[in-house]
T-cell receptor
C-alpha cells in the first residue's frame, strides 16, 4: 500500500482566512481523493483529483470554497477558503491502490479548528 | 446515489468475545465493500474488503460476509483484544476508480 503524508497535521485558523493542505504520496497514483470528517462523524467525499485535469466535486462542495491542485502524480493540495467555524473538521486525502485494484488508502488527516 | 447504513453505533464487548457490525447498502450496482478501522487521531486503515463475486472472506481474526440479494454485509471480529478498540467504518463503491460511500461508523470498545 502507498505511504501518504499530509501537512499540516493540525492547525487553528481565524475566521475568514484560508488554509492549504498538502498531500504527498510515495508512489505515482492516478486518482487522489479529498474527504472531510466532521467531529464524531463519517467521511464525506469532497472531490476527486486527477493529474492534468480539473477536480470533480461532489454535491454540496464547490471549487471556490475548496480549490484543489494536482500538479503531478504524487502530490495534491486542498485549500479551505474563507473559513468559518463550520469548516472545523478533519480533512483526509486518499489514493487508489493501483491499476486493477479497488482499494483506497488514507493519509493521517489534517485537523482544522476555525475560531 | 448510494446510501450505506451501519449498526450498531456503539458496541462494547469483553476481551475474547466476538464482535459483529452490520451494514446495508441501497445500490445494487455496488460491487466492492471495504472495511476501515480508525484509531483516535489517525486516518482510516483498510482492514479487509470483499468484492461482490465472493460471499465470505477471512483474514486471521476478522471476516466479512456479503449477501448480495439482501444487500447486507457484515464484519466479524473473533477473540477480540483491547487493541481492537477503535471506530470501524463500512463502505460501498462501484469499484475501480469510483466514489466510496461510507457508513456512519461503529465505536467498538473491548473491555479487558
Amino acid at each position: 500500500s502507498a505511504v501518504i503524508s499530509q501537512k499540516p497535521s493540525r492547525d487553528i485558523c481565524q475566521r475568514g482566512t484560508s488554509l492549504t493542505i498538502q498531500c504527498q504520496v510515495d508512489s505515482q497514483v492516478t486518482m487522489m481523493f479529498w474527504y472531510r470528517q466532521q467531529p464524531g462523524q463519517s467521511l464525506t467525499l469532497i472531490a476527486t483529483a486527477n493529474q492534468g485535469s480539473e477536480a470533480t466535486y461532489e454535491s454540496g462542495f464547490v471549487i471556490d470554497k475548496f480549490p484543489i491542485s494536482r500538479p503531478n502524480l504524487t502530490f495534491s493540495t486542498l485549500t479551505v477558503s474563507n473559513m468559518s467555524p463550520e469548516d472545523s473538521s478533519i480533512y483526509l486525502c486518499s489514493v487508489e491502490g493501483g491499476s486493477g485494484t479497488y482499494e483506497q488508502y488514507f493519509g493521517p488527516g489534517t485537523r482544522l479548528t476555525v475560531t | 446515489g448510494e446510501n450505506v447504513e451501519q449498526h450498531p453505533s456503539t458496541l462494547s464487548v469483553q476481551e475474547g468475545d466476538s464482535a459483529v457490525i452490520k451494514c446495508t447498502y441501497s445500490d445494487s450496482a455496488s460491487n466492492y465493500f471495504p472495511w476501515y478501522k480508525q484509531e483516535l487521531g489517525k486516518g482510516p486503515q483498510l482492514i479487509i474488503d470483499i468484492r461482490s463475486n465472493v460471499g465470505e472472506k477471512k483474514d486471521q481474526r476478522i471476516a466479512v460476509t456479503l449477501n448480495k440479494t439482501a444487500k447486507h454485509f457484515s464484519l466479524h471480529i473473533t477473540e477480540t483484544q483491547p487493541e481492537d478498540s477503535a471506530v470501524y467504518f463500512c463502505a460501498a463503491s462501484f469499484g475501480g476508480y469510483q466514489k466510496v460511500t461510507f457508513g456512519t461508523g461503529t465505536k467498538l470498545q473491548v473491555i479487558p
